[in-house]
């Protein structure tokens, strides 16, 4: 009798393997975290795993029955376990986590890889993370847990119920589009809350680099807010704009390359040169002010309310008002030439109007120069945007030094014209 492996042999051994990877790093991390014997560790888990994926195999093909004997089992010996430690206060996490890790085999088996890794890594996360967890829950106040409250009625809740329709004169008013914005401002809010509360004013650039990824004008609108707030995040804020504001140059870069290289090489030396502006004068600010900033810095901040939704209300109130204004004038005076369209369109969002030209250039609808150069335009119209969000929200001293910004902005927006 010849031995022959099969396909459906090789994807029953990678089966094997995945389960017995995804045990092993929820056994790793328990071994690594308890010095003593334990119930479940390296070895175990591993096992467990394997044993879901092989009880789900046994259930599809031959025996139904056999997730009562094999899952009864793995809680039996939980149940044992548990009992022999409740005497020593230890809690039952390791034996949850046996219980998820046969799930884990079974969703393997059932070829959910996706969910079962990151159930694994999400599962070895949380038990990894046990001291700094414990840490939080200790110290946060009854004020951040309604906060967290608040935070998952507007992403969670509220969101997928709104209809993703057009309403209104001119069909402005998408009640899901807005609501995006009001999710995205409540985020980015939020990670700024928890970086002032973990590392202080200094670190809450960080939420320049992480917000500017997806939205700069969020970012602009959050941080000039908290500005007014706490006038000792002002450089840290500004430093926060900036950034975001430089990752969206380089995102500008990235969307026309990903359809067009010819646009992307015609806007790369001039964003470029922008971004170096930036980079120039937000150096010259920190040296300047260095003591001022070190001294802010250290300053201790009166936290309170870190999220209202009246705050992210008001946002989406503005974004709405700005984007019905868009489509009347889109409307009564219609898109008069390829630059005005995309300075109306830059107001709202940048990276469609970058997609949208960059195919059209690739097309031949466009030359390359004329959508680089209404590419320039939208991003000189989202910057003016930008700004007036600072200039509502922020403070005297964060408003002069963006307004540098937006100068310099402009200037180059009319330059890239002159030259090119």
Do not use: C
Not at 127 to 153: G, P, Q, V, Y
Not at 359 to 385: E, Q, R
Not at 397 to 408: I, S
């Amino acid at each position: 009798m010849e031995f022959k492996l099969g396909s459906d042999t090789y994807v029953l051994l990678f089966k094997i393997i995945f389960s017995m990877a995804s045990g092993l790093l929820i056994g790793l991390e328990r071994e690594h975290r308890t010095k003593r014997e334990i119930f479940a560790g390296i070895r175990t888990f591993p096992l467990i795993s394997v044993l879901g994926m092989l009880s789900g195999l046994i259930f599809d093909k031959y025996w139904d029955g056999i997730l009562y004997f094999t899952f009864g089992a793995v809680v039996l010996l939980a149940v044992i376990n548990y009992y022999l430690e409740y005497q020593k206060d230890i809690g039952s996490t390791t034996e949850i986590a046996t219980f998820i890790a046969f799930i884990i085999g079974l969703l393997i088996y059932y070829e959910h890889y996706y969910i079962a890794a990151f159930l694994s890594v999400a599962t070895t996360g949380l038990l990894a993370l046990k001291r700094t967890l414990e840490k939080f829950a200790k110290n946060i106040s009854e004020e951040d847990i309604f906060a967290i409250l608040k935070f998952a009625l507007v992403t969670v809740v509220i969101y997928p119920l709104l209809p993703d329709k057009n309403f209104g004169p001119f069909d402005a008013i998408n009640p899901k589009n807005i609501w995006e914005m009001v999710v995205l401002v409540s985020v980015i809010d939020f990670l700024a809350y928890i970086i002032l509360r973990w590392k202080g004013t200094k670190t809450l650039w960080i939420t320049g680099v992480i917000g500017g990824m997806i939205s700069s004008t969020a970012v602009s609108y959050e941080l000039a807010k908290l500005s007014r707030k706490y006038s000792a995040v002002t450089y840290s804020a500004l430093f926060g704009i900036v950034l975001a504001w430089l990752i969206m140059n380089f995102r500008v870069l990235f969307l026309s390359g990903v359809v067009n290289t010819e646009v992307t090489l015609t806007l790369l030396w001039p964003v470029l040169a922008l971004s170096g502006v930036y980079v120039v004068i937000i150096g010259f600010i920190y040296i300047k002010n260095r003591e001022q900033i070190s001294r802010s810095s250290q300053q201790e901040i009166p936290f309170t309310n870190p999220f209202q939704i009246s705050s992210a209300l008001q946002f989406g109130v503005i974004y709405g008002i700005i984007i019905f204004a868009t489509k009347a004038l889109q409307h009564y005076y219609g898109s008069k030439g390829v630059y005005i369209a995309s300075f109306i369109s830059g107001v709202i969002d940048v990276d469609a109007i970058t997609l949208s030209l960059s195919t059209l250039a690739k097309n031949g609808t466009l030359t390359t120069i004329i959508a680089a150069k209404a590419i320039v335009i939208a991003i000189v119209s989202n910057s003016i945007f930008k700004f007036l969000y600072i200039f509502m929200f922020g403070n005297k001293k964060l408003v002069r030094n963006m307004t540098v910004f937006l100068l310099v902005t402009v200037l180059f927006g009319i330059l890239y014209f002159i030259i090119y």
